[in-house]
């Protein structure tokens, strides 16, 4: 639960103008046509938080952003709000451009929620993440970064998972991205520089539990019930791909199932939370974050962070929430106040 110490600085948040920032669905510019459904996705996200201010009683404006930059900074002017919740994860079909939109808020002088530019820049980078949580003695899987399938150094025993170096969301990831031999590799690897226009992470493939490890906070981060994804597949690979995430009516997507909390050994658990917290700290995130962990050989290995993560009603951090018994108004609400304490006096 938010602590009391939590719940009183909550009151600040009451009389106040808030924003509510997220990009507006939009064909992607590189990758499947298909890619499109994850974006949709950002409609939830802003329904959700609608409610939320309609049962807090807040007032509040939505700022979607589309194709005129100079058109969104004037509503913001026009507006003036205490405060903006950032739902944006992309800018006009591009998620290469999502850490520019804090950083213009920023520029503007509005408080916002979620974590920094820098933040998000370093995460959207897979091999940055894997670079910053090595140096921190966080495990992590063995890597490397192709920009083609020549660049490949071998030293990294198959199978070996392959995945766009810059995406979320599960773009770019199948079951060809599980690759046994180098031949699977070099196809692979072609496919991503081509398709999504960048280079490919080649890391070790870990057989292990899938975790996804929620946080909320900043100066005393907690980890929220930590959830499962269970897979009822017979062989491998088990793993979240696009499919899994985001076609309801695929196999996939039918035999990875959800647990919330976690069935872990309390010493398991406790060292889980610790590297997720470590982690969570390492990478600069803030106000919230989900870090996707698999578990094998009770070594928790980090395979990404996600700052700013999907606030859907039926992902993976709002059924942390639901756990944790904290209601999604209060999770709102707490993520107002985060952003409004680092509001210049």
Same mark, same amino acid.
């Given at each position: =639960?938010?602590?009391?110490?939590?719940?009183?600085?909550?009151?600040? /948040?009451?009389?106040?103008?808030?924003?509510?920032?997220?990009?507006?669905?939009?064909?992607?510019?590189?990758?499947?046509?298909? *890619?499109?459904?994850?974006? /949709?996705?950002?409609?939830?996200? $802003?329904?959700? $938080?609608?409610?939320?201010?309609?049962?807090?009683?807040?007032?509040?404006?939505?700022?979607?952003?589309?194709?005129?930059?100079?058109?969104?900074?004037? /509503?913001?002017?026009?507006?003036?709000? *205490?405060?903006?919740? +950032?739902?944006?994860?992309?800018?006009?079909?591009?998620?290469?451009?999502? =850490? +520019?939109?804090?950083?213009?808020?920023?520029?503007?002088?509005?408080?916002?929620?979620?974590?920094?530019?820098?933040?998000?820049?370093?995460?959207?980078?897979?091999?940055?993440?894997?670079?910053?949580?090595?140096?921190?003695?966080?495990?992590?899987?063995?890597?490397?970064?192709?920009?083609?399938?020549?660049?490949?150094?071998?030293?990294?025993?198959?199978?070996?998972?392959?995945?766009?170096? =810059?995406?979320?969301?599960?773009?770019?990831?199948?079951?060809?991205?599980?690759?046994?031999?180098?031949?699977?590799?070099?196809?692979?690897?072609?496919?991503? +520089?081509?398709?999504?226009?960048?280079?490919?992470?080649?890391?070790?493939?870990?057989?292990?539990?899938?975790?996804?490890?929620?946080?909320?906070?900043?100066?005393?981060?907690?980890?929220?019930?930590?959830? &499962?994804?269970?897979?009822?597949?017979?062989?491998?690979?088990?793993?979240?791909?696009?499919?899994?995430?985001?076609?309801?009516?695929?196999?996939?997507?039918?035999?990875?199932?959800?647990?919330? !909390?976690?069935?872990?050994?309390?010493?398991?658990?406790?060292?889980?939370?610790?590297?997720?917290?470590?982690?969570?700290?390492?990478?600069?995130?803030?106000?919230?974050?989900?870090?996707?962990?698999?578990?094998?050989?009770?070594? !928790?290995? $980090?395979?990404?962070?996600?700052?700013?993560?999907?606030?859907?009603?039926?992902?993976?951090?709002?059924?942390?929430?639901?756990?944790?018994?904290?209601?999604? &108004?209060?999770?709102?609400? /707490?993520?107002?106040?985060?952003?409004?304490?680092?509001?210049?006096?």
């Amino acid at each position: =639960m938010i602590t009391s110490e939590r719940k009183q600085s909550l009151s600040i /948040a009451l009389g106040i103008k808030v924003g509510i920032l997220f990009n507006t669905p939009s064909h992607p510019t590189k990758g499947e046509d298909i *890619d499109y459904i994850a974006d /949709a996705e950002i409609e939830e996200q $802003v329904e959700a $938080v609608q409610d939320a201010f309609k049962k807090l009683d807040l007032p509040y404006q939505s700022f979607p952003l589309k194709d005129d930059i100079e058109s969104l900074v004037k /509503a913001l002017r026009s507006y003036k709000p *205490d405060v903006v919740i +950032n739902l944006c994860e992309e800018a006009f079909g591009d998620s290469h451009l999502e =850490m +520019n939109v804090p950083a213009l808020l920023e520029l503007l002088g509005i408080p916002y929620t979620g974590s920094s530019p820098l933040a998000l820049g370093l995460c959207q980078n897979k091999g940055l993440t894997k670079d910053i949580l090595k140096a921190n003695g966080i495990p992590i899987p063995e890597y490397q970064i192709l920009k083609a399938p020549e660049d490949w150094k071998g030293g990294i025993d198959y199978p070996l998972f392959v995945k766009p170096l =810059m995406e979320d969301a599960s773009l770019g990831i199948s079951r060809k991205s599980f690759v046994r031999d180098y031949v699977e590799l070099k196809l692979q690897t072609k496919y991503i +520089n081509k398709k999504y226009r960048q280079p490919a992470l080649v890391e070790r493939y870990i057989d292990g539990r899938e975790l996804n490890v929620a946080i909320l906070g900043n100066e005393k981060p907690q980890v929220l019930p930590i959830s &499962e994804i269970v897979f009822d597949f017979q062989n491998e690979p088990k793993i979240v791909d696009f499919s899994a995430k985001w076609l309801k009516e695929s196999e996939e997507y039918e035999k990875t199932r959800p647990v919330c !909390p976690a069935k872990l050994e309390p010493h398991i658990e406790n060292l889980v939370k610790t590297t997720a917290l470590r982690a969570y700290a390492a990478l600069y995130c803030r106000d919230y974050a989900r870090l996707d962990i698999r578990l094998k050989d009770e070594t !928790p290995y $980090v395979l990404e962070a996600n700052p700013n993560p999907d606030v859907s009603p039926d992902v993976g951090f709002t059924r942390s929430l639901r756990a944790a018994g904290i209601k999604y &108004e209060e999770f709102v609400k /707490a993520i107002i106040s985060f952003a409004l304490e680092r509001k210049p006096i």
